[in-house]
């Protein structure tokens, strides 16, 4: 089965005059819709545009797998376990909350920042918080595995007319950050997402330039 999700149809979050603009893809916060808590361990895929100076001051998490893909600009992220980075676009931050992690996000650049930030919850709970930045995994075919969820992340980009096939997994989310892809019948254009299941890996076709990301899930 694959289920197509466009993005004007995420719930609007955030806080517009402080700077922060956000659209959910599940329920979030003060939106709730017992149709749509997760898919398989993804309990969040938020789309955060954050203004100059801008930013999301301290705050707890547990027991969470937190996956940060920059569209533009510079995220800048603290945490309470001393890490101090920024992230650029083509880098990938994966911070595990684990027994508890405190930390920010701010924008403390002169321009806009795009990011899109996925939740997962993992297998058990408890263990020590760790964080990893892969720098440059935009430029790398490689896959970035999560054990801890049983979830693998893959970075496709695609020019006009390239296919790709999606992986052969018990499920597999697919969410179209730039550009325009066709998956079976269905055209994704930016924002839009698909959650397959059942399917023996289906392909995408680029329109045009494309950057997609796909998560391979094994439950």
Known sequence: MISVHRAEDRFPGGDQDTGILSRHAFSFGSFY???NLRFGPIMACNSERLAPGAGFEEHPHSHTEIVTWVVEGELTHRDSTGHATLVRPGDLQHLSAASGVRHVERNDGDEPLTFIQ???SPLGAGGRPAYTVVPGMADSAAPYAIPSAGATLHVRRLGAGERTLLPDA????????????RLG????????????SGEPGPELVAAGAAEVLVWELSA
């Open 33 to 35: 819709d017992p149709d």
């Open 118 to 120: 996925m939740w997962l």
């Open 170 to 181: 018990a499920r597999v989310y697919v969410h179209v950050v730039t550009g325009e892809v």
């Open 185 to 196: 019948d269905a055209e994704l254009a930016s924002g839009d997402s698909a959650r397959i």
